[in-house]
């Protein structure tokens, strides 16, 4: 079966923020690499022109990543505009017009998921949908229940193959390394197992606050925010055994068996923290009990991993922004030289934000009689920040109808099966000092290890 591109890109929320930071720099960098040659149509309830939305999509641009002046002629002789209420059957007429010739429309709903319905049921009812794609954000519900009932509010009008759920994660190129180092290499695979490996940690620090997203934060939360998708997306290319095809139903596959082995979080094993400061946040409630931080152990029940914990970490407002994951490896089975113990060296280290780093940890002996020695690091990979945005890789993937990249109804349905039993006060939530840690009772997640591995500033890059 061919796949057949799409024809127009639709963007409902046009006037919104998540169209300012991140959908119009990607279209831009799209227009520069000659893979956006169709109507660019933003529809919005807001009284605009389009001369308004290219002024706004200027700013956008300034104020991320930069104006290409050849790029930015080129987007705004492509974008169109569509203002009306997303209720009204006449919208879609307007979108119809607006899309001229083009049958084949991806649109991207970058708007309140409680308007879903209604907008695909508009389209559906306009003739706009049949060979269309829509794109949805995350968080793709708020627990297991609310992700069913979208699943299908969407399959009215979608089938499956033409829905793209969008976690900008996947897109980064640091994660995408992940999955080719660790099926492209075969000194892997012999260990990446309970047997040698001891523990896994994911941290995603971020060390500003909510960002003037106070309302938005303050119904959703870190769990729900970025571990229930970011992080058990990465915990899933870490994990998952190699797809059996090349295909992306084959990997989508994996990843399924994967996100359904994970046990549902127990309670026990979350602490949630909120920083100080955050009640005072514009649109946070006075009373709120939502986390800004979460610290959790998550068990897989395979042979592979039966045993070994992984713990994940994140929160706002801590020492520095980096997402980091470090794999532990077990300690060698004699300690031969006594300076060893009980410590081991050795691990991989995968920094996926914002510097690309992959690197092993071993130990060498220092010059000199005495067997002591002393721990290295192994660069793999070291850059900077990567170039390509992940929204833009998306957004192509998209348009061409390429699901690798995107998640799945099941594959989101397992990953809110494993959250849902420690979603809203199943924990009690203790404030944190910002600039620190997160509450000091996160000590308690990784207790009988290490204890946590703390992203430190990324040296420069070794020449
Ligand atoms: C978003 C979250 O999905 O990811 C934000 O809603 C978070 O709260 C952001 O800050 C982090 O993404 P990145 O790419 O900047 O690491």
Same mark, same amino acid.
């Given at each position: 079966?061919?796949?057949?591109? =799409? ?13 300012? $930071? ?58 169109? *505009? ?7 059957? %006449? ?36 003739? +706009? ?26 399959? @009215? ?14 897109? $980064? ?6 999955? *080719?180092?660790? /099926? ?11 047997? *040698?490996?001891?523990?896994?940690? &994911?941290?995603?620090?971020?060390? /500003? ?7 938005? *934060? ?42 359904? %082995? ?34 959790? +152990? ?18 706002? +407002?801590?020492? &520095? ?8 490896? $077990? +300690? ?10 009980? %410590? ?32 290295? @690091? ?19 993937? %998209?348009?061409?109808?390429?699901? =690798? ?7 989101? @349905? ?43 500033? @990324? ?5």
């Amino acid at each position: 079966m061919t796949i057949s591109s =799409s024809d127009a890109f639709v963007f409902f929320g046009a006037t919104g923020d998540l169209a300012h $930071k991140k959908i119009f720099p990607a279209l831009q960098a799209m227009i520069r690499r000659g893979e956006l040659d169709m109507p660019v149509i933003g529809m919005a309830r807001a009284g605009w022109t389009v001369d308004k939305l290219r002024e706004r999509a200027r700013d956008s641009l300034e104020q991320n990543g930069g104006v290409d002046a050849d790029a930015f002629v080129r987007l705004s002789a492509q974008l169109k *505009y569509v203002d009306g209420d997303y209720r009204d059957p %006449a919208t879609y007429e307007s979108l119809k017009q607006a899309l001229g010739g083009a049958a084949r429309p991806l649109n991207y709903l970058a708007i309140s998921p409680s308007m879903f319905g209604t907008v695909v049921q508009g389209l559906a009812n306009a003739g +706009c949908a049949k060979e269309g794609r829509v794109i949805v954000e995350k968080p793709f519900g708020r627990d297991l229940a609310s992700a069913q009932a979208l699943n299908r509010t969407l399959h @009215e009008v979608f089938q499956e193959s033409e829905v793209f759920r969008i976690d900008h994660y996947l897109g $980064k190129e640091a994660v995408q390394n992940l999955l *080719y180092f660790r /099926f492209a290499n075969t000194f892997l695979d012999p260990i990446w197992n309970r047997h *040698y490996v001891d523990n896994v940690q &994911i941290t995603m620090a971020e060390s /500003f606050g909510v960002q003037g997203r106070g309302a938005f *934060y303050d119904e959703v939360g870190t769990i729900r925010d970025v571990v229930q998708n970011h992080l058990l997306q990465v915990i899933a290319l870490l994990a998952m055994d190699a797809p059996a095809g090349r295909d992306p139903e084959s990997m989508r596959a994996e990843k399924l068996r994967l996100f359904r %082995a994970m046990r549902p979080l127990d309670p026990a094993q979350v602490v949630r923290g909120q920083f100080r400061g955050y009640r005072d946040e514009a649109g946070v409630a006075a009373d709120s009990r939502v986390e800004t931080f979460a610290a959790l +152990c998550l068990h897989i029940d395979t042979w592979r991993w039966a045993g070994v914990p992984f713990y994940i970490r994140a929160g706002k +407002c801590l020492p &520095i922004t980096a997402t980091e994951v470090v794999v532990d490896l $077990k +300690c060698p089975p004699l300690a031969i030289f006594d300076e060893i113990s009980p %410590a081991t060296s050795n691990y991989f280290r995968f920094r996926l934000s914002p510097e690309v780093v992959i690197s092993a940890g071993a130990r060498v002996k220092q010059p000199g009689e005495e067997m002591r020695g002393e721990p290295v @690091e192994l660069i793999a990979r070291h850059e900077p920040r990567s170039k390509k945005l992940p929204y833009e890789r998306l957004l192509r993937d %998209a348009i061409r109808g390429d699901p =690798s990249l995107f998640t799945r109804d099941d594959s989101v @349905e397992a990953a809110w099966r494993v959250i849902d039993p420690v979603l809203g006060d199943a924990e009690p939530v203790s404030e944190y000092e910002p600039g620190s840690w997160g509450p000091a009772t996160a000590a308690r997640i990784v207790s009988g290890d290490e204890g946590w591995h703390d992203p430190k500033p @990324e040296e420069t890059a070794p020449c």
